[in-house]
């Protein structure tokens, strides 16, 4: 047994010299968007025709196929690759892709479908490819009425981005923000909403009156938001299926910075009165208010936690504005911002790890994120004026505002919608018909 | 008066010179990256090398057949259904789409029909994405096969520090070939374990016999499903790479390599 | 290569350093600030005669001045010589500050006119309070002369 023990010692020791197992330690790679190779999904002449006398569109396939390639591509991750060079027909590539072709034009993922009219409806079989391996990675049939058929590229493209990233996507999503038209003195704003990818724009409210700071209920199509109708201005709650509209509470002065909490059942908001800001919840079941500061200072912004235990919020009871971070029933407050400048307008991650939010420093802003104990702040991006960052549902981008220095005459003002991923790149502007601002991004539509 | 004067301009020029001397760093740090390789393609060897993936269940019987198998296993479609987009209404389509729900759920015969018609052997290559994980134990099963030929090799897998093996410009060189070819998928989160080691062997020209995911337990487990695709990139890096730029000269060394691909140090800047 | 730079950068800064200060002289010429708070008449109207109707504030602050004061005294004598007028303190910030805070703050503006009117006899009943935070800025500057203006807080008849 010694004997034993000691020649695979001494195998293992002398040997190794020659056969030892060499390890390479690869840790760079390049960050170049993964190319990835979007098939126009193939479609049978007869349901072209009924597709195009419903919806008015050539092809339905490749508007389809379209959708998914921008979102693929406005998501930073992805370089949809240019459909030109493609070597294989769309029904063909759906049945079966020639691998070497698409490896050829060096795409590394592959997305075939095809689309039918089936009893007056859409169905849409879509497949993901690796193109290296030569395996499917997913397949997915979706059935809808045709008037649905974008929804049906922003699932596709969750999927994808699911299966490739390891996240959920964000894509079959909405985002609802303040419409902002007219000189800067007499702003005119209209709660707005329009799909992600900035499709079906519609106005929610006439431009009568202020409205400010809309977000939505994490769990349903509830919209939180400001209103200073007849110049009270108070949280209102807004029901965007069947626009439905009431006050939050009964509070005898203003309240404001509405958000929901994570399960959707309460609101937490600040009320002011008498020159001093305090954070309350309303259960909107049982209309319940809760206090949950009590400082003379001013406490706004607050936000929950996604497991509901915390909330983040701002306060100026060191002076000037910072973050803090407090349990649900208001006990624990601790000061999370240490760094030099302003801070402004937490958000808590919905995955929990971080906390965005908008730092005033030397004359400029800066949309940034630290961990919930406030260590390892990064800034994402420094503008003239920019600011109330709202994740998307998983996570990985954030969307804000930006406002533009006007020049001398007071003139050239302009607010825009903007997006940047967590990493601080890909930064790109949202487009809206009008100016824009207080975007907030919904939860996925569909599961 | 010339007292603060001096002060002064001492003061300005010490703050001017710290703010010189820290200017480069005050830009972004992801943009502080050394230029990163764009993907080079080098030849890709046939296809009949990698394994390809079929249901979890039968992997480990067809294993042998595999390879003649592969063209036609790729073809014809299967259905998968799944009916969603109905769920969440647009608000003026509400009402129509409730219906649509409705029908749906009403006719479940209709989708069950539709899976029915494909045939057993189209069902086989049904791809379920959960099964990820048993596709990689397959990979395993093959280089335990391969291994047991290899006795001497195995034994030895134990690392033994001191040894190094390649000589440094010949790390550098194949470092950099795979630099070029690995696409850091983006979505990763940023603050977890991005360690993916996978054991290749080789063949003398640089082609990859066979390769191998050495935590890939570590794929079942809750919250680390960026894991995989983390795997995937690297097995794709690989693949990608092939033949790698291995030294022309002492193949038993080099005929089994580890990599270890580490995300984090890219992602977090 | 690294010192070429560095002097680049110390060069730049010598630059900007007096941009800035040329920018702080003007600043002070035009006399229509002392400190951070408008001292000026621009955007001011009167409520009546010799009375203005706004207070002016230091960024982030809204503390009184003693300029503001001897406003609000103004004030406060008219508003006792007229008892049936009601007033709204409308409470402003200007735009570099993020909107829910300025809102807050806008509030407390108004409210430290309000505390001040009512040490001067003015009941608490014949006063609301309303902030608009930064959404209605009087100058639609991106300056700091134009910020300085809509720091306030204005005296508005409600009747």
Known sequence: MRILIKIIIF????????????????????????????????????????????????????????????????????????????????????????????????AQALITGKVSYLDEKLRVEFRLWDV???????????????????????????????RLTGEKGYFDTRIIYVAEEGPKTKRIKK???????????????????????????????????????????????????????????????????????????????????????????????????????????????????????????????????????????????????????????????PRGDLIAFTKLHKGKFYIGVMRTDGSGERLLTENFYQEAPSWSPNGRVLIFYRETKTDDKGEGFSAKLWSIDLTGYNERMVKTPTDASDPSWSSLLSN | MNRSVIISSVLHAVFIFLTAMSLPFLTKKPIDLPPIVSIELIQITDKTNIPFAPKAKKIIEEVKKKEEKLVSEQAPPKKVKKIKPDSVPMPDDLVKNEKEIKEDKQNPEVVDNEVKQVSEFEKDELFDPNNIAALIDKSKEEIAETTKKNDKVTQ?????????????????????????????????????NLLVRIKLQLKPDGTVAKSEIIDHARMNKPGQGFYKVLAESALRAVKLCQPLRVPTTGYEKWKELQLNFDAREMLEG | MKLN?????????????????????????????????????????????????????????????????????????????????????????????????NLALGERRANAAKDYLMTYGISSNRISVLSYGKERPVDSGSNPLAWSKNRRSVTVKAN
């Open chain 1, 11 to 106: 195998l293992i020791l002398i040997p190794s010299k020659s056969f030892g197992l060499i390890e390479v330690d690869i840790t760079r790679g390049n960050l170049d968007p993964l190319p990835i190779a979007v098939s126009p999904l193939s479609i049978d002449e007869n349901s072209r025709q009924n597709f195009e006398k419903i919806l008015k569109k050539g092809n339905i396939g490749n508007e389809i196929s379209k959708i998914i390639e921008i979102n693929l591509k406005t998501s930073g991750l992805f370089n949809p690759l240019n459909k030109d060079a493609f070597l294989q027909a769309p029904d063909i590539a759906n049945l079966k892709p020639r691998f070497e072709d698409w490896n050829l034009i060096k």
């Open chain 3, 5 to 101: 730079k560095i002097l680049k950068n110390t060069l730049l800064i010598v630059f900007a350093c007096f941009a800035l200060s040329a920018c702080a002289t003007s600043k002070k010429t035009s006399g229509q600030m002392q400190g951070d708070v408008y001292t000026g008449t621009d955007s001011v109207e009167y409520l009546a005669s010799g009375v203005p109707d706004r207070v002016f504030f230091a960024t982030n602050e809204s503390v009184l001045t003693t300029a503001s004061r001897e406003t609000l005294r103004k004030q406060a004598a008219y508003l006792r010589k007229n008892s049936k007028i009601t007033i709204v303190l409308e409470g402003h910030a200007d735009e570099r500050g993020t909107r829910e805070y």
């Open chain 2, 156 to 192: 030895d897998q134990k690392r033994n520090v001191e040894n190094t093996g390649l000589s440094l410009s010949e790390e550098d060189a194949l470092k950099a070939q795979i630099f070029g070819c690995w696409s850091i998928p983006l979505g990763l989160p940023y603050n977890e």
């Open chain 1, 191 to 349: 709660l707005a909403i329009m799909d992600q990818d900035g499709a079906n724009n519609k106005f929610l409210t006439l431009g009568n009156e202020l409205v400010l700071t809309p977000r939505f209920n994490p769990t349903s199509q509830m919209v939180t938001y400001l209103s200073y109708f007849r110049n009270l201005p108070r949280v209102y709650l807004l029901d965007i299926e069947t626009g439905t509209q009431e006050v939050v509470g009964d509070f005898p002065g203003m309240t404001f910075a509405p958000r929901f909490s994570p399960d959707g059942k309460k609101i937490i908001m600040s009320f002011a009165k008498d020159g001093n800001s305090e954070i309350y919840t309303m259960d909107l079941e049982n209309r319940i208010v809760e206090k949950i500061t009590n400082h003379p200072s001013i406490d706004t912004s607050p936000s929950f936690s996604p497991d509901g235990k915390f909330i983040c919020f701002n306060s100026d009871r060191s002076g000037y504005q910072q973050i803090y971070v407090m349990r649900s029933d208001g006990s624990k407050v601790k000061r999370i911002s240490f760094g030099k400048g302003l801070y402004g307008t937490p958000v808590w991650s």
């Open chain 1, 132 to 162: 290296l391996a030569g395996k499917e990675m997913v397949a997915l049939a979706f059935t809808t009425v045709p008037t649905n058929w974008r929804r049906v590229g922003h699932i596709i493209t969750d999927k994808v981005y699911q």
